[in-house]
Every structure is written in structure tokens, then in C-alpha cells.
């Protein structure tokens, strides 16, 4: 099988848009009649990307908010949506209509076009959503950041990785399943964010891994301390709050919070923005020279982990 | 399993952007600045819209084709794409983006982003693709038709249908085999025909369901001389041109010609168009008052088939 690095590979040396950022950031932007457009396309695969039991209103749900997500990581208010469905059991469709309907309101946006399909029988679904946004301001890239910024985190890291964990083990974890299967993208606060901050982008594999992508991307280093991650109580009352459940917490992913790099003088700018939006915003690192990903916890070197994150192998 | 109509139908109760044209059209439109931005998302499974013997490179293509193809019924030049994959097999995925490089550079588009995901294991692809064109004139609707107007098509019908034929039987068909799996959208023919035109759409699921739709998305219906119908030497060759062949050709689907309704004083324009692009235009019909589909051979009437193309079930 394919890595999913070879094939961008492979893509990259397709003729590219120049909106495309070289197909190294989480979305695209045109310039088109004086605005800037910014388009995202993701897939979710049932088994690889939701539970076969996962209820379909949250699919649904999950479906538009990683791809707002990608936006709001651009500071991109979201215009509209095109669907690809693969039509599959009438009572399953139609509850995944409802809850896009729920998710669609709830965002402030609107479905704009897609293609219905007849799916292979017995294949799992794949599901796929193209969003369309606006962008008044700056487009942050994942490739802005320079040693010395601050890395900072909106909200807490790891929950929706715990509450799979809930899901797959039978245990009851109420409020963790919930960030798992209906992220919220952050969407006003990436709009506020956008002019503050040199690189941003969305945690959607994990906060290591995509840290490292934002480092490389901006071709810096990376420290990360781990005991500033911000865990929520929910997720400390259900896996302590230890070095090992931190690190859990820091490559689990699916957490759909934005992690931007911002020069140290914005620190007062951004407090005062997370306070006005009731969201907390943390600093969990520091670009560096050089380059790679290294972790502390409580000012001790911390070895990797194997795995950072997910890496759509 | 929902059919293509009820799930299009609980949609159409979901929060519509207005360039979505009510889920009615091809494409949407929106308009940014006095330009109009048309986007289209079409998806292709495995076994169902591609055979799995069928080279990566022409699956590639045709992802391509069938989305552009929507751009060109609407008079749109094509941006950029956004490439939704499964990946799989690295022999594969290498030749499916070889001939993606082939048909971004024939139709002179780009790649703009997109998203790759692990497929599930053993499970049919599912290849998605999402078209950004921009029109700079009127975007035809499948609606605007009207009792007395001229239903004309581009090229020759049925090619792709009986190519089909001839993969699964086995036989040998060159030429009908290439437009099966080598679409070419008409994307100048549906610039330069837009300005002329009631209402277009391409013919994707069969001419004669194809029509039915233009007609009813009108409020008119639509009479069809079978003996008008363009048939290539190729096809005549492999099928005759008997009524049977004739029907069959009407109904077989994947023709990616335009299909469209002009008032009868636009002849003229269009066949000076059609000499101009070297490109044959055919009037096969005409828009009329009421409703329905009406058929005949050689001003004979004849029974509508049981399927009058593919419909999405």
C-alpha cells in the first residue's frame, strides 16, 4: 500500500494550482473577484475514520466540522458545502441527513451541490466533503512560523482520542465520546487568530505529529513541554493527568483544536482573545532553530513516542 | 436501499446555499465580484461507475472528464480540481496519477488540494473530485428551456455504452472502447454555445433520461426522433442502425456530449459553431408544451424503453 507521503509525492509533481501551497497546507486559497477563497476536501471512511456504530447524525456531524475545521485554521468563515454520498440503508441516510442538517445550522452554513452514488454492496461507505469558505484578512499557512514563536494551543488535547478508547473498551466516558464524535472547529477564534499569528493549523493527527508538520513546514525545530498540554478534567478524571497519559494525549488526534505559532509580544493579544471568547489558549512550546520535534515534561527530556500521531498509513 | 430522488429530496429540506439551484443543476454557481465561480463534485466507485480491469490511468482520466464535463455544460473554463483518494496498490496509485498528470495538462487544469485516506481493507475504491470553473458570461440552468425550442446534441451518441458492451463481452472495439473510458468534455463547444442557449446540461446517465430531466427541470416536455440520433461509423459498424441499436444508444449513458435547448433562430449561430469547432451539432428534437417524454423512428411513434438511462438506484 501506497504512503500517504510517496503519493503526495507523486502529486506535487502534477501541474499545481498556485492556491494549491504546494499541497503542504490544510487548505486552499484563490484570489478570485477581490476575495480570497479557501477550499477543503476531506474524506471520512467508515472503520478507518468512524465506528461502524458510530450514530450517523454524528458522522454527519463529523463529516462538515473536520472539513470547517481545516478552515477555521485559515481564518476562513465558512460559505458552503458540496456532498459526495454513497447511498446506502434508508433508516441509516436518513438520520445522517438530519444531523447534517443540525451540523449545517449550527455552523452558520449552507449545502451548495454534490453526487449521490450507489455504494458497493457491502463495502464500507466512504463519505466525502468539499467546504468553501472566505477569507477576509491574512490566510495563515502552516509554513510561517520562525524560531523563537510561541506555540500555542486553543482548548483541551487528547479527549476525542480518549473517548475512541471509551468507545472501543465498553466504558462509559459521557463527555469524552462526545468531543470524539462532534468536534466543534474554531471557527471564530481562527478568524481572531489569523492576524495575530505567523503559521496555523488545525490538530486533526495528533498535537506531536502535527506540530512537527508545522515546524518542518516553517523549517524549524520544535520543543514541546508536555506538562503544559492542556488536559480536560474529564480526561484527567478517566487517565490521570501522568506522563504517559500526556503523551496518550499529545498523538491520539481527532481533537480538532488549532495550534498556531505567534511571536511572544502577541502573548497579551491572545490572552485578552481567550478570555473575550471563553477559550482557553495555551503555550505548550516554542519553535527553535535546527530542526525535529523535542519533548520535556516538567523541564526533563522526554524520549518520542513511536508513533506521533496518526499518519494515514 | 434509498433511491438517487428521495435522499436529493430530504436535502433539498437542509439549509440550501442559492447558488446550489435548488440540487436541480449540474453544478453550482456562485457569484464573487461580477465573476461567477462554477463547482462541481462527482464521484466514481469502483464496479460501479468503472470496471476494475479498466487502467488506472483512464480511471484517472475520466474522474477528470465526468467532472469537467459539468463545467462545460455550464459554459465554464476549468480552474483547478480537488482530488479526494483511496489509497491502495503503490502500482496502482502510480499509474492512476500518471494519467491524472495526462488529463490535467489535455484539459489545461491544475491540481489544487485534496485529501488521501487509507481505504478500508479489501473494499471497492471510492475516487472523489471536486471542479472549480469560472464563467465570465450567463451560466445556463437545466431550466430555462421552452415549448418550441430546438433540443440539439453534440457529437455522436451511444460510443461509450457499446464500448461497455464490448469490455464485458469481450469483444473488440477500439474506438467505442476509448470514449468509454477517455471522455473528452466539450468544454469550448459549451463556452461558445452558452450565450446561445435556453438550457444545457451534459449527457451523463443516457440521452433520453437526460432529456426527460432538461424537459421537466423546464416545466416542458420533449419529443426525440430516434433517427436524428448521431450515431459514429464505429458504432453503426459493431450495432447497425436499427431502431433496437438507436434505443439502446439513447438509454447506455457516459456520453459526456452536450446536450441543450436553443430557439429555433439559433440554427443558424449553432451551425456555424459546430463548422467553426469541427464538432457536429445535431438537432434531435424539440421542447414542447406539457409534459413527458414522447419518441419516434422516422415520425413513426414508438414506445418509451423500460430504463431510459442509468438512475442512480
Redesign the interface.
Known sequence: ????R???E??R?????E???G?V?D??V?E????S?V???????????YLPSDPPGDVAWKLLAVNLSDLAAKGARP??A?????????EW??AF?AG??EA??AFG????????????AG??R?L?L?A?GTADGPVPSRSGASAGDDLWVTGTIGDSGAGLSALREGRHAEALVERYRRPAPRLEAGRRLAPLVGAMMDVSDGLLIDASRLAEASGCGCGIELAQVPLSRALVAAEGDGLDARLRAASAGDDYELLFAAEPSRAGDIGALSADLGLKMTRVGALTSGEGLGLSHEREAVALPSSLGWE??
Open positions: 500500500v501506497t504512503g500517504e510517496a503519493f503526495l507523486m502529486l509533481a502534477l501541474p499545481l494550482h492556491g494549491a501551497r499541497l497546507d487548505a486552499a484563490i478570485f473577484g477581490g476575495r477563497l477550499l477543503t476536501h476531506d474524506l471520512l471512511v467508515e472503520g478507518v475514520h460559505l458552503a458540496l456532498l459526495g454520498y454513497g447511498l446506502g440503508e434508508g441516510d436518513r441527513v447534517l442538517g449545517l445550522a452554513t449552507e449545502l451548495l451541490g454534490g453526487d449521490t452514488v450507489r455504494s458497493a463495502a464500507p466512504t466525502a468539499t468553501l494515514h498509513r
